[in-house]
């Protein structure tokens, strides 16, 4: 007898529980997979729905589903007693699915992580990694443990936050957009010949504008640097861009920075070494900025290409 669309709903379901995720209104997502579009639910124990599921009912029926939380999943195929691997057209589909449900997923942290920014409270330098760090804590907001850094795209808009606690630890909201993200601070003009000076961390570019005053944006890590600096150069044209290097011991934030740098016709600063630091510890500007004359340390770092006003960048 042939199998109903119910019966392979339920076979397809009895495979997710065996994986590990059933959802919490089981009966709500067998209806809902009968779309065919991905569904996306709670598990049992669950709040958010970190679950997703997508089912095929045509002449091959086939599905997948996953649970981004726990960091599962899985196949399925009529007739089959485990997950078995889906044809080339079914995997353009669950990809399809997949990619529509990483995005839903990002808007849905970009909305928690703005409800999280509007409720908390400016940022105070006595928090302790700003005590540490020598930070005023300005464009920055904090919750509880957390010190909050706005994480934007080009446009301003609020995708997720980076929280830091106490103790320097960082983390961004799981599930949430990173890539291509920044933190800019300082007033930003477009009249020809200013200055925007780009690097990793935020402590790093809240150092190089404490002590130049000029605006500054922070790419999160080495690997962004290249999307935001095309980004800036893109929103920015008429603006000088410079991008300040992190010293790392295996050269990564060295050379994130050239080839950001390449990318862009931008100038590279490179943060003075503090006196008496360590063999084979990175350094970046916001190790020179609490030392005394710091701020006079930095300043010099970036003299020569503020006042560069022609012919090839040093």
Known sequence: MMATAMDLVGSFMATMAATGITPANAGSVAADLLSGRLVRFPCIGERKPNGWAVLFLDRSPAGAFGNWRLGRCGTWRANSQSPSPLNRHDLARVKAMREARRLALQQDVAAEAAEIWNKARPASPD???????????????ETGWALLVPMRGPNGQLWNLQRIGADGGKRFMKGGQVAGLLWQYG???????????????????AAVHAATGLPVVAAFSANNLGTIAKAMATRHPTCRLIMAADMDPNKTGQRAAREAAALVGAGIACPPQPPGWPDGKGWDFADAWPLNGGADAIRCALKPLIEFKGGEQP
């Open 127 to 141: 928090h302790p990694y700003l005590a540490a760090k020598g930070m005023a804590g300005d464009g920055l907001r």
């Open 187 to 205: 007033d930003m003009t477009d009249a020809a010949g200013s200055v925007l000076v780009i690097g990793e961390g935020v402590a790093t570019m």
